[in-house]
């Protein structure tokens, strides 16, 4: 009857949220949002939906990569990170598309290349 697993899933979560919160508070002072919407602590996962002004942003895709890039290397139990902008044809945000960046590999093979970088 362990809560150590609740606990650890606790803490990820916190850390998560304090990373968006602490290294894009520029997406709320744009009028947009982000969010957790889905976290596996097993398997690494984390999937983000930027919402409000985020929706349609022309610099939503350099702001994806940025969270990408810099939440695995300042969380080392997130490995994957998925980012969606609501933008899905059903209105849920649930488009199923991934956007790609350059630099991205499914290998994990560990380029440098991080493609382009929010202005922020």
């Known amino acids: ?13 916190d850390r ?9 508070p520029q ?14 602590r097993e398997e690494g996962e984390v999937t983000i939906m930027l ?7 022309g610099i939503s895709p350099m702001t994806i990569q ?9 969380i080392p139990e997130i490995n994957k990170v998925n980012a ?3 933008m899905g044809g059903d209105g849920h945000g649930d488009s199923g598309m991934s ?13 440098s290349d991080e493609g382009p970088q929010a202005p922020f």
Do not use: W, Y
């Not at 009857?1 to 979560?13: E, F, H, N, Y």
């Not at 998560?16 to 894009?24: D, I």
């Not at 997406?27 to 596996?40: E, F």
């Not at 919402?51 to 942003?57: N, R, T």
């Open 1 to 13: 009857m362990s809560t150590d697993a609740t606990d650890g899933d606790d803490d990820l979560k």
């Open 51 to 57: 919402g409000g002004a985020c929706s349609g942003c």
């Open 66 to 74: 940025a969270i990408k890039s810099r939440m695995v290397k300042e």
């Open 99 to 111: 956007p790609s960046f350059p630099g991205d590999t499914e290998d994990g093979d560990g380029s």
């Open 27 to 40: 997406i709320q002072m744009h009028g947009g949002s982000a969010a957790i919407q889905h976290l596996d």
């Open 84 to 86: 969606e902008t609501g």
């Open 16 to 24: 998560v949220t304090n990373f968006l919160r602490r290294n894009f």
